[in-house]
Protein backbone atom coordinates (compact mmCIF):
# COMPACT_ATOMS: atom_id res chain seq x y z
CA UNK A 1 0.00 0.00 0.00
CA UNK A 2 1.24 3.46 -0.79
CA UNK A 3 2.41 5.58 1.85
CA UNK A 4 2.42 9.53 2.17
CA UNK A 5 4.29 11.67 4.71
CA UNK A 6 4.62 15.31 5.65
CA UNK A 7 7.24 15.31 7.83
CA UNK A 8 6.04 19.28 9.23
CA UNK A 9 3.15 19.55 10.96
CA UNK A 10 3.47 23.48 11.10
CA UNK A 11 5.54 25.83 9.27
CA UNK A 12 5.71 30.00 9.01
CA UNK A 13 6.64 32.26 6.49
CA UNK A 14 6.68 36.10 6.17
CA UNK A 15 4.55 37.70 3.49
CA UNK A 16 6.42 38.08 0.00
CA UNK A 17 8.95 35.44 1.43
CA UNK A 18 9.26 31.77 -0.31
CA UNK A 19 8.68 28.85 1.71
CA UNK A 20 9.12 24.96 0.82
CA UNK A 21 6.69 22.35 1.92
CA UNK A 22 7.79 18.69 2.10
CA UNK A 23 6.35 15.40 1.06
CA UNK A 24 7.52 11.59 0.52
CA UNK A 25 5.81 9.48 -0.40
CA UNK A 26 6.20 4.78 -0.75
CA UNK A 27 5.23 3.17 -3.63
CA UNK A 28 6.42 0.17 -6.03
CA UNK A 29 4.52 1.54 -8.70
CA UNK A 30 6.32 3.58 -11.63
CA UNK A 31 3.08 4.88 -12.89
CA UNK A 32 0.97 7.57 -10.90
CA UNK A 33 0.20 11.06 -9.96
CA UNK A 34 0.54 13.52 -6.99
CA UNK A 35 -1.29 16.32 -6.29
CA UNK A 36 -1.23 19.38 -3.35
CA UNK A 37 -4.87 20.68 -2.50
CA UNK A 38 -4.92 23.89 -0.02
CA UNK A 39 -7.56 23.82 2.61
CA UNK A 40 -8.18 27.17 4.06
CA UNK A 41 -10.37 27.55 7.37
CA UNK A 42 -13.05 27.16 5.24
CA UNK A 43 -12.00 23.87 4.67
CA UNK A 44 -13.05 23.69 1.14
CA UNK A 45 -10.51 21.53 -0.49
CA UNK A 46 -8.70 23.39 -3.65
CA UNK A 47 -6.19 21.86 -5.77
CA UNK A 48 -2.95 23.26 -5.92
CA UNK A 49 -1.27 21.46 -8.66
CA UNK A 50 -0.76 18.49 -9.93
CA UNK A 51 2.16 16.30 -11.37
CA UNK A 52 2.37 13.29 -13.28
CA UNK A 53 4.94 11.03 -12.72
CA UNK A 54 5.94 10.13 -15.92
CA UNK A 55 6.65 13.73 -16.73
CA UNK A 56 9.97 15.03 -15.43
CA UNK A 57 9.43 18.89 -15.68
CA UNK A 58 8.20 19.67 -12.82
CA UNK A 59 4.91 21.58 -12.45
CA UNK A 60 4.24 25.36 -11.87
CA UNK A 61 1.00 27.48 -11.47
CA UNK A 62 1.86 30.57 -11.01
CA UNK A 63 3.76 31.31 -7.08
CA UNK A 64 3.13 27.49 -6.87
CA UNK A 65 5.74 25.13 -8.18
CA UNK A 66 7.31 21.81 -7.14
CA UNK A 67 10.20 19.78 -7.18
CA UNK A 68 9.46 16.48 -8.26
CA UNK A 69 11.99 13.75 -7.48
CA UNK A 70 11.24 10.30 -8.45
CA UNK A 71 14.12 8.33 -7.80
CA UNK A 72 13.84 9.94 -4.12
CA UNK A 73 10.19 9.69 -3.73
CA UNK A 74 9.92 13.35 -2.66
CA UNK A 75 7.75 15.90 -3.93
CA UNK A 76 7.96 19.67 -2.38
CA UNK A 77 6.02 22.62 -2.64
CA UNK A 78 7.33 25.81 -3.50
CA UNK A 79 5.27 29.01 -3.26
CA UNK A 80 6.73 32.00 -4.22
CA UNK A 81 5.83 35.34 -2.71
CA UNK A 82 4.02 34.19 0.03
CA UNK A 83 0.44 36.15 0.37
CA UNK A 84 -1.57 36.00 3.22
CA UNK A 85 -4.40 34.51 1.95
CA UNK A 86 -1.88 31.12 1.63
CA UNK A 87 -2.74 30.34 5.42
CA UNK A 88 -4.13 27.08 5.43
CA UNK A 89 -3.96 23.57 5.91
CA UNK A 90 -1.64 21.97 2.92
CA UNK A 91 -2.33 18.12 1.63
CA UNK A 92 0.03 16.36 -0.03
CA UNK A 93 -1.99 13.42 -2.06
CA UNK A 94 -0.96 10.32 -4.36
CA UNK A 95 -3.11 8.32 -6.99
CA UNK A 96 -1.90 5.51 -8.90
CA UNK A 97 -2.55 5.53 -12.49
CA UNK A 98 -4.55 2.31 -12.28
CA UNK A 99 -6.87 3.45 -9.43
CA UNK A 100 -8.78 6.78 -8.63
CA UNK A 101 -8.44 6.46 -4.93
CA UNK A 102 -6.51 9.86 -3.16
CA UNK A 103 -4.04 8.45 -0.45
CA UNK A 104 -3.60 12.01 1.71
CA UNK A 105 -0.59 12.83 3.75
CA UNK A 106 -0.87 13.82 7.39
CA UNK A 107 -0.55 17.87 6.38
CA UNK A 108 1.40 20.58 6.83
CA UNK A 109 -0.51 24.08 8.64
CA UNK A 110 1.33 26.88 6.75
CA UNK A 111 0.71 30.34 8.48
CA UNK A 112 2.04 33.71 7.14
CA UNK A 113 3.00 36.28 8.74
CA UNK A 114 2.46 40.15 7.80
CA UNK B 1 -15.46 24.51 -14.10
CA UNK B 2 -15.58 21.09 -12.17
CA UNK B 3 -17.59 22.55 -8.96
CA UNK B 4 -19.06 20.19 -6.80
CA UNK B 5 -21.80 20.95 -3.93
CA UNK B 6 -22.44 19.34 -0.56
CA UNK B 7 -25.95 19.86 1.23
CA UNK B 8 -26.52 21.30 3.95
CA UNK B 9 -23.06 22.62 5.13
CA UNK B 10 -24.15 22.04 9.04
CA UNK B 11 -26.20 20.24 10.79
CA UNK B 12 -27.02 19.75 14.30
CA UNK B 13 -29.85 16.48 14.95
CA UNK B 14 -30.66 14.03 17.73
CA UNK B 15 -28.55 10.94 18.81
CA UNK B 16 -30.48 8.32 17.37
CA UNK B 17 -31.50 9.84 14.21
CA UNK B 18 -30.51 9.36 10.33
CA UNK B 19 -29.14 12.46 8.50
CA UNK B 20 -28.58 12.72 5.17
CA UNK B 21 -26.34 14.79 3.35
CA UNK B 22 -25.83 15.30 -0.64
CA UNK B 23 -23.22 15.90 -2.50
CA UNK B 24 -23.99 17.12 -6.36
CA UNK B 25 -21.57 18.25 -8.99
CA UNK B 26 -22.72 21.07 -10.90
CA UNK B 27 -21.31 21.15 -14.32
CA UNK B 28 -20.22 17.65 -14.97
CA UNK B 29 -20.87 13.75 -15.23
CA UNK B 30 -19.62 12.33 -11.79
CA UNK B 31 -18.65 8.60 -12.84
CA UNK B 32 -16.98 7.98 -9.35
CA UNK B 33 -17.90 10.10 -6.30
CA UNK B 34 -15.66 9.49 -2.91
CA UNK B 35 -16.66 10.34 1.29
CA UNK B 36 -14.17 11.27 3.27
CA UNK B 37 -14.53 11.85 6.89
CA UNK B 38 -11.96 14.59 9.04
CA UNK B 39 -11.50 15.23 12.61
CA UNK B 40 -10.01 18.52 13.78
CA UNK B 41 -6.57 19.43 12.66
CA UNK B 42 -6.44 15.48 10.80
CA UNK B 43 -6.25 14.53 7.44
CA UNK B 44 -8.76 12.94 5.38
CA UNK B 45 -9.74 9.36 5.83
CA UNK B 46 -11.75 7.74 2.81
CA UNK B 47 -14.91 6.40 3.88
CA UNK B 48 -15.98 4.64 0.63
CA UNK B 49 -15.94 4.66 -3.29
CA UNK B 50 -19.17 5.26 -5.32
CA UNK B 51 -19.54 4.49 -8.77
CA UNK B 52 -22.68 5.41 -10.80
CA UNK B 53 -25.63 2.58 -10.86
CA UNK B 54 -22.88 0.40 -8.47
CA UNK B 55 -22.82 -0.56 -5.04
CA UNK B 56 -20.73 1.72 -2.90
CA UNK B 57 -17.02 -0.04 -2.27
CA UNK B 58 -16.48 0.91 1.92
CA UNK B 59 -12.93 1.25 3.61
CA UNK B 60 -11.88 -1.49 5.92
CA UNK B 61 -13.57 -0.51 9.47
CA UNK B 62 -16.56 1.76 7.71
CA UNK B 63 -19.52 -0.03 8.72
CA UNK B 64 -21.73 -0.41 5.76
CA UNK B 65 -25.09 -0.23 7.66
CA UNK B 66 -24.30 2.66 9.46
CA UNK B 67 -23.06 5.24 6.74
CA UNK B 68 -25.11 4.18 3.42
CA UNK B 69 -24.13 5.74 0.03
CA UNK B 70 -26.56 5.94 -2.83
CA UNK B 71 -24.96 7.22 -6.41
CA UNK B 72 -28.04 7.14 -8.02
CA UNK B 73 -26.86 9.53 -10.70
CA UNK B 74 -24.15 11.03 -12.56
CA UNK B 75 -24.64 14.25 -10.67
CA UNK B 76 -26.16 13.08 -7.80
CA UNK B 77 -24.74 10.71 -4.54
CA UNK B 78 -25.93 10.76 -1.29
CA UNK B 79 -24.36 9.82 2.12
CA UNK B 80 -27.06 8.52 4.76
CA UNK B 81 -25.80 8.55 8.84
CA UNK B 82 -28.31 6.25 10.51
CA UNK B 83 -28.86 6.23 13.96
CA UNK B 84 -26.59 8.71 14.42
CA UNK B 85 -24.54 9.02 17.67
CA UNK B 86 -22.10 11.35 19.08
CA UNK B 87 -19.31 9.70 18.18
CA UNK B 88 -20.32 10.36 14.55
CA UNK B 89 -19.88 14.27 15.16
CA UNK B 90 -17.56 14.84 12.19
CA UNK B 91 -16.77 16.94 9.35
CA UNK B 92 -17.92 14.82 6.06
CA UNK B 93 -16.47 15.82 2.49
CA UNK B 94 -17.22 14.47 -0.84
CA UNK B 95 -15.54 14.39 -3.56
CA UNK B 96 -16.46 13.44 -7.51
CA UNK B 97 -14.24 12.70 -10.45
CA UNK B 98 -15.11 11.76 -14.32
CA UNK B 99 -14.20 9.85 -16.85
CA UNK B 100 -10.73 10.62 -18.46
CA UNK B 101 -9.60 12.58 -15.59
CA UNK B 102 -6.92 12.22 -12.59
CA UNK B 103 -8.24 14.73 -10.59
CA UNK B 104 -10.72 14.75 -7.40
CA UNK B 105 -13.10 17.65 -7.22
CA UNK B 106 -13.91 19.05 -3.72
CA UNK B 107 -17.08 19.99 -2.46
CA UNK B 108 -17.53 22.53 0.34
CA UNK B 109 -18.34 19.68 3.23
CA UNK B 110 -20.61 19.13 5.71
CA UNK B 111 -19.95 19.58 9.27
CA UNK B 112 -22.51 16.94 11.39
CA UNK B 113 -23.15 17.72 15.07
CA UNK B 114 -24.74 14.92 16.71
CA UNK B 115 -26.65 15.73 20.57
Known amino acids: AQTVTQSQPEMSVQEAETVTLSCTYD???????LFWYKQPPSRQMILVIR??????QNATENRFSVNFQKAAKSFSLKISDSQLGDAAMYFC???????????FGGGTRLMVKP | GAVVSQHPSWVICKSGTSVKIECRSL??????MFWYRQFPKQSLMLMAT?????????EQGVEKDKFLINHASLTLSTLTVTSAHPEDSSFYIC???????????FGPGTRLTVL
Open chain 1, 93 to 103: AYRSRAGNMLT
Open chain 1, 51 to 56: QEAYKQ
Open chain 2, 27 to 32: DFQATT
Open chain 1, 27 to 33: TSESDYY
Open chain 2, 95 to 105: SASYRGTDTQY
Open chain 2, 50 to 58: SNEGSKATY
